[in-house]
């Protein structure tokens, strides 16, 4: 087991993290801008700025974080499989749990109603799954090390 906690937590779940963190500031910027300043639901709000924040994901993973060498469709094709998974699996939970809870709850802040306090509440939590779930898949399964591959960075 001590292996197995070594090998999940090495240099590569650090450098996901901190390519988490741009993405983060890039996609959440764009579903935060785009609801509250554009009018658009939490749904598609998330979706945009996810797509958007992953391309950027997937070039930063790619190469910096995972240094997968596979070329073609393959990686491409895995890697979005795994975000569109990911993002039902994450949002798909935390927008209808949310909303449930705050309704109610009649939980709200910052003046808002209760419907735009559990969008904005939502995508956060959503966010949050997102990044668990992504690590695993991204890690195991879009740019998974080959046998005989180094696990040294």
Same mark, same amino acid.
């Given at each position: 087991?001590?292996?197995?906690?070594?090998?999940?937590?090495?240099?590569?779940?650090?450098?996901?993290?901190?390519?988490?963190?741009?993405?983060?500031? $890039?996609?959440?910027?764009?579903?935060?801008?785009?609801?509250?300043?554009?009018?658009?639901?939490?749904?598609?709000?998330?979706? $945009?700025?996810?797509?958007?924040?992953?391309?950027?994901?997937?070039?930063?993973?790619?190469?910096?974080?995972?240094?997968?060498?596979?070329?073609?469709?393959?990686?491409?094709?895995?890697?979005?499989?795994?975000?569109?998974?990911?993002?039902?699996?994450?949002?798909?939970?935390?927008?209808?749990?949310?909303?449930?809870?705050?309704?109610?709850?009649?939980?709200?802040?910052?003046?808002?109603?209760?419907?735009?306090?559990?969008?904005?509440?939502?995508?956060?939590?959503?966010?949050?799954?997102?990044?668990?779930?992504?690590?695993?898949?991204?890690?195991?399964?879009?740019?998974?090390?080959?046998?005989?591959?180094?696990?040294?960075?």
């Amino acid at each position: 087991m001590g292996n197995f906690i070594k090998q999940f937590f090495d240099i590569k779940f650090w450098k996901f993290i901190l390519v988490g963190i741009l993405n983060t500031v $890039v996609g959440m910027g764009l579903q935060f801008l785009f609801f509250n300043l554009c009018g658009w639901n939490e749904w598609i709000s998330s979706l $945009v700025g996810y797509i958007l924040g992953s391309i950027l994901s997937y070039f930063l993973n790619k190469y910096f974080t995972f240094k997968n060498k596979d070329k073609g469709w393959k990686p491409i094709v895995k890697f979005a499989l795994n975000i569109a998974v990911c993002y039902g699996l994450a949002y798909g939970i935390a927008i209808p749990l949310i909303s449930m809870l705050c309704t109610a709850n009649s939980w709200t802040m910052f003046g808002w109603s209760v419907e735009k306090f559990a969008g904005n509440f939502s995508m956060i939590v959503g966010a949050c799954l997102f990044v668990a779930f992504n690590y695993i898949g991204q890690r195991f399964f879009a740019f998974r090390e080959k046998k005989g591959e180094s696990g040294k960075q």
